[in-house]
């Protein structure tokens, strides 16, 4: 079974500049979470969908960030203006039901 | 609001050796508790979870962790660590009847030769 897949892996970008992150989750996980990973800390959920609904995004800023969903299936994560503060990784995860969170290898974003 | 607190950012120890990872929560309510692994440039691994039931929990690569409600505790434990373990371990919680995940600040485990 193929895992939860992201692109690009790694990233550099000048501050002010926008990027976009792409993640496919596992095949048939209704549920996709977008994390942030600062350098020293636990993930920190941004977004949450349920198909491509947007469950929870409390934690996500909107001034910046956004995300979708379409169709259900892959999402996209992108942030507009990129901040020093944004450098980080950032993770995809997937689940199934009521089951365990995949995650994806992540991509490394660095705001210079 | 549920908290993490892993009380040690770093553990080294040596081949062989037995290791313990720290993990309080703060919660009021009831809560589910995780344990992950993140190898190098890797995304996140389920290592064992706490759902219900036995509080002793047993998972992959011979951790595991015992749930201590009185002490909100669930600390990570092998009794011989390899080489191969060297990774950043992060204790996780989510509230029961939510999926939302919380998570400490992470602990690099070191092992020596």
């Known amino acids: 079974e193929a895992g939860v897949a992201q692109s690009p892996r790694y990233k550099i970008i000048e501050k002010r500049q926008s990027v976009a992150f792409w993640c496919n989750p596992i095949?048939?996980?209704?549920?996709l979470y977008w994390y942030q990973q600062i350098l020293g800390q636990g993930p920190k959920l941004l977004i949450q969908?349920?198909?491509?609904?947007?469950v929870d995004d409390s934690q996500l800023p909107k001034d910046r960030f956004s995300a979708e969903r379409l169709k259900g299936v892959d999402s996209t994560l992108k942030i507009q203006p990129a901040k020093l503060e944004d450098s980080a990784v950032y993770l995809c995860?997937?689940?199934w039901g009521t089951g365990e969170q995949f995650f994806g290898p992540g991509t490394r974003l660095t705001v210079l | 609001a549920q908290s993490v607190t892993q009380l040690d950012s770093q553990v080294p120890v040596f081949e062989e050796a037995p290791v313990e990872l720290r993990c309080n929560y703060s919660?009021?309510?009831?809560?589910?508790l995780f344990w992950y692994v993140q190898y190098p440039n890797q995304g996140l691994q389920l290592l064992l979870k706490?759902?219900?039931?036995?509080?002793l929990v047993k998972g992959i690569n011979g951790f595991e962790a015992e749930f201590n409600k009185s002490q909100t505790s669930f600390h990570l434990r092998k009794p011989s660590v390899h080489i191969s373990d060297t990774a950043e371990y992060f204790c996780?919680?989510?509230?029961?009847?939510?999926?939302?995940?919380?998570f400490g600040a992470g602990t690099r485990l070191a092992v020596h030769p």
């Open positions: 995860a997937s689940r």
């Open positions: 095949s048939g996980h209704a549920t």
């Open positions: 969908f349920q198909n491509n609904g947007v």
């Open positions: 919660s009021s309510v009831s809560v589910y």
């Open positions: 706490y759902l219900s039931g036995s509080t």
């Open positions: 996780a919680v989510s509230e029961k009847g939510y999926n939302k995940l919380i």
